[in-house]
């Protein structure tokens, strides 16, 4: 049972514009969202993270934001710039520690 | 400041040889994790430890042990590798206390590729 979906496998967006990831989750036993962004060959690198008491953290061109009455999540990037080309994991950190990724979403940013 | 360091990067068994994977961290972390990534699947976490000395199950941790005898070392060993464990394997550590502000920055390690015959 998956407890985070991302149903978009891919996603493209024209380079200045904006890219909107979205994130849908089940579990609302849930300390904190986390967005990770990865290149091929690459470990993730951590993006921004929301917590449960929060509806929006803004950090640069990233903006998150959690709708909990729809278990919704979406990271916004705008502008959107050809090094955002990559594949975006939302993930969610539970009570007991665990971090529970979803499948991804792969950002094409087109020039 | 290495961060998170993977070791092996690559590596070829056959089915029903055992091998393990270490990861190491230098920036005194309290939680670290091992996640599988495969095609269409995401990231799945195996197992992970929120301290020196323990460990626990993931979402996908048949087929695997994992030890944490030292806090900056966690280790994922295989008993006997079948080819559906053919990965590409990635450990992640994270700071801080439960509670507090432990999810600043995950770090993850570049990863070792593991394929089984």
Redesign the interface.
Known sequence: DQQVKQNSPSLSVQEGRISILNCDYTNSMFDYFLWYKKYPAEGPTFLISISSIKDKNEDGRFTVFLNKSAKHLSLHIVPSQPGDSAVYFCAFLNRDDKIIFGKGTRLHILP | NAG?TQTPKFRVLKTGQSMTLLCAQDMNHE?M?W?RQDP??????IH?S?GEGTT?K??VPDGYNVSRLKKQNFLLGLESAAPSQTSVY?C?S?GGL??GP??????????TRLTVL
Not at chain 2, 40 to 45: D, E, N, P, T, V
Request: hydrophobic share 35%.
């Open positions: 998170v939680y994790y996640y269409g699947m995401g990231l799945r976490l992970y929120v626990a993931g979402e990635f992640a994270i439960a509670g432990r999810t600043d920055t995950q770090y993850f390690g570049p990863g």
